[in-house]
């Protein structure tokens, strides 16, 4: 159930083993919007399982090195891209959220994803088939109908504002100021993803204007923040509310069910991988229940390679959003970040 980057990439995983899949999808069609995604090496093993990783990277361009600033300028540490990549293997990559989508939605036979279905009782489908995967979301119906109420969707302390400029800037990384960050990234030639979070209650008014909030808090900022927001001129700005869901699921399955993506292990996009660990459960799910002889032995199986990796990632990603929209203690952080972490590359 979803047909967002989990739920297509489970029917497509599932699909290769010979189940005979259906999707269930809320929207009428994916959403045409969307920011760059980073696909960590891990995701892009996973899209190879799923046989579109060519098309992906033929599209996508390289993450490179990212520096960390202070909202001073001065530069607290950074990554070296070629390093990082010869450790992993593979270089990180950027990609559209709707290319992806599309490419994900293109490996899954026609027919399979039904728009425009809305599912309110998740109980009803699980009487007609072997395996319900709960693929939708955050805020889904799957996880609330099976596995209790102990895991909340609790709200992360900020909000986060995305756009891509269309121009293309040097300095790719991010910039940490105090309760607020602004980052940037590559996405396709000739312009340049960003995103911002700014700490706050969860009940604080929506900005009647983003581009105007976000361009009065973060005008001051070091170059090329200023440019970059200066050359935003009609282009889509998303906002959202950030949430994540606490505590962690004690099982990804209950019974016959079972979650992947954000459904089960939602966090805050600091660590920039909720989609990158979903792509990893899909093809880690397929791969457990095989062709379906032993649901219930691969349903522990997949519960037993996903569940501790992935809350791992979801509380590295919490621990980093509280450092990096830090308070009052931005000046130690800062301090810290330039003793620890490696200088740029
Ligand atoms: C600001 C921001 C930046 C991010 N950056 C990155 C990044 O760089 N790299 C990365 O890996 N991840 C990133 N993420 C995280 C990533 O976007 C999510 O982890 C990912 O989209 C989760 O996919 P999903 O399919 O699990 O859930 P969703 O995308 O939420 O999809 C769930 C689907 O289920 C459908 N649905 C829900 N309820 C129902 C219902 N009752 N019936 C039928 N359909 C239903 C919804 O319509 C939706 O299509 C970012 C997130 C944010 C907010």
Known sequence: MGGGIAG????????????????WERDHAHRPEGTALGMWPAAQRALERLGVVDELRRVAVRQGSF??????????????????????????VLVARPTLLATLN??????IVRFGAEIDDPSA???DCDLLVGADGIRGVVRPAFFGDRTEVRYAGGVAWRGVAPIEVEGH??????????????????????YATIRGPEDAPPPPDDLAHVRQFFGDWPDPV??????????????????????????????????????AHAMPPNLGQGACQALVDAVTLADSVGDGSDVPA???AYDRARRRPAQRVAAGAHLLSR???????????????RLLLPRPR
């Open 67 to 92: 520096v960390l600033r202070s909202s001073t300028g001065r530069v607290l540490g950074g990554t070296d891209a070629e390093r990082m990549e010869r450790r992993a293997g593979l270089p990180t």
């Open 8 to 23: 297509l990439a489970c029917a497509a995983a599932l699909g290769h083993r010979g189940w005979d899949v259906s999707v």
């Open 323 to 337: 450092v990096a929209q830090a308070d009052r203690l931005a000046t130690p952080r800062n301090a810290l970040a």
């Open 125 to 127: 489908l699980l009487a």
């Open 226 to 263: 200023p440019q970059l927001l200066a050359a935003m001129d009609g282009e889509t700005i998303l906002r959202n509310r950030l949430y994540e869901l606490r505590p962690p699921l004690r099982s990804f399955v209950a019974g016959r069910v079972a979650l992947v993506g954000d459904a």
């Open 298 to 300: 691969g349903l522990r």
């Open 106 to 111: 293109a490996a899954v036979p026609e027919g």
């Open 173 to 194: 990384g991010e910039i940490w100021g105090r309760r607020s960050l602004f980052g940037l990234t590559g996405i396709s030639p000739g312009r340049t993803n960003w």
